[in-house]
């Protein structure tokens, strides 16, 4: 399974764009970037995912770079309620593609 | 569309007791995932259910054990409980297997304490 290293902490105040980074130099050419969040206690929740092109839905926008390697999730206005640990998964098709495999993710605060 | 739904949603429960949890996924959703949540491990897979099979198994010990019913909803079972077995226990649910494309939801747990 690739690895995925993402800063520890990071803070942003409300209103403004925050942009978690996430490095994955070992992702094969099939592995999706997956992001999920999990607010205090609750299970994780799903944000976006992307293989190789730029995505965006309506919580967030997934950039990756044109070799892979990392990528950037970005949420365009937070808001408190966007405070939580964020991870990012590198997922492989095929026979394991069903086994997340989560880090310790990048615990967003998001401050008034 | 009603999202992953797990009950009970806290269990007390003591040292060598046995414990049954229970997961409904999303309609039409045919894969169930369970994963372990604990704050010195993270989460953790546990295994994953498919057409009533066991697809993927995590590297836990066979005291976890789980199973899927015909209308996909999914038990997991610990046996012999121990104290480092308390937890934060999750389900997730997919539409399909066999592609990273699919995602998964995650139902709100089952914090399970043993005493």
């Known amino acids: 399974d690739a690895k995925t290293t993402q800063p520890t902490s990071m803070d942003c105040a409300e209103g403004r764009a925050a942009n978690l980074p996430c490095n994955h130099s070992t992702i094969s050419g099939n592995e999706y970037v997956y992001w999920y969040r999990q607010i205090h206690s609750q299970g994780p929740q799903y944000i976006i995912h992307g293989l190789k092109n730029n995505e965006t839905n309506e919580m967030a926008s997934l950039i990756i770079t044109e070799d892979r390697k990392s990528s950037t999730l970005i949420l365009p206005h937070a808001t408190l309620r966007d405070t939580a640990v964020y991870y990012c998964i590198v997922r492989p098709s095929g026979q394991g593609a069903q086994k997340l495999v989560f880090g310790q993710g990048t615990r967003l605060t998001i401050n008034p | 569309k009603a999202g992953v739904t797990q009950t009970p949603r806290y269990l007390i429960k003591t040292r060598g007791q046995q414990v049954t949890l229970s997961c409904s996924p999303i309609?039409?959703?045919?894969?169930v995932s369970w994963y372990q949540q604990t704050p010195g491990q993270g989460l953790q897979f546990l295994f994953e259910y498919f057409s009533e099979t066991q697809r993927n198994k995590g590297n836990f010990p066979g005291r976890f054990s789980g199973r899927q019913f015909s209308n996909s909803r999914s038990e997991m079972n610990v046996s012999t409980l121990e104290l480092g077995d308390s937890a934060l226990y999750l389900c997730?649910?997919?539409?399909?297997?066999?592609?990273?494309?699919?995602?998964?939801?995650f139902g709100p747990g089952t914090r399970l304490t043993v005493t």
């Open positions: 997730a649910s997919s539409l399909a297997r066999g592609g990273a494309s699919y995602e998964q939801y």
């Open positions: 309609s039409g959703h045919r894969s």
